[in-house]
């Protein structure tokens, strides 16, 4: 049987788009019948369906195909576990083009090193992405989510909830929100939920 190329893409949100990496892919030589892909799962979740779909098409002397490590896995432990499964059915891993031998004691060490660098850039990210919160929350522009309604038109929709001639899905209706956003200016305003129109 001749060995094939299995192909493993991945994006963590679904805004993101696979065809670069599908590119790549197929240029490295996988059919793209034989891609798999993840769409909106981060590198840490483990509980992927294309992965396990990828893992499970190949056998032994196959090769397992992805663009870059961290498309395959975003921690040590997880690309431990994956160079486990790859070495028990004898499958090669290649790298954007560089190609390891799990069952080579070298192949081996050139993937753990690389997990670990995939991993300290995961961190570094992350720890870059905390500080600049922190410095834009000290700065005053970190301030979350702009509320639905404006001071004015929150004190206009608990008034008419006062008068208790509209529901609450007339009021979500008439100022364009939600029924939790008019629950919300209620429950602020110190009113009782259960408006008497809605009974």
Known sequence: MARMLVGYARCS???QDL??????????????????????????????PG?????????????????????????LTDARNI?????AAEVKLNIGGSVHDPTDPVGRL????????????SDLIRM????????????GRLR????????AQEAHLVELWRGGKHTSAELADLFNVGRSTVY??????GEPEGSPSDD
């Open 13 to 15: 949100t679904d805004d």
């Open 19 to 48: 065809t670069a990496q599908r590119n790549a892919l197929e240029a490295l030589g996988v059919q793209p019948e034989r891609i798999y892909v993840d769409h909106g799962l981060t590198g840490t979740n483990r509980a992927r």
């Open 51 to 75: 992965l396990r779909e990828a893992l499970a098409a190949c056998h032994t002397g196959d090769t397992l195909v992805v663009t870059k490590l961290d498309r395959l896995a975003r921690s």
């Open 83 to 87: 160079v486990e499964e790859l070495t």
């Open 110 to 121: 050139l993937f753990n090193v690389l997990a670990m660098i995939a991993e300290f850039e």
């Open 128 to 139: 870059r992405t905390r500080e600049g919160m922190k410095v834009a929350k000290a700065k």
């Open 144 to 151: 979350g989510k702009e509320p639905k309604l404006k001071a």
């Open 184 to 189: 919300r200016a209620v429950k602020r305003a």
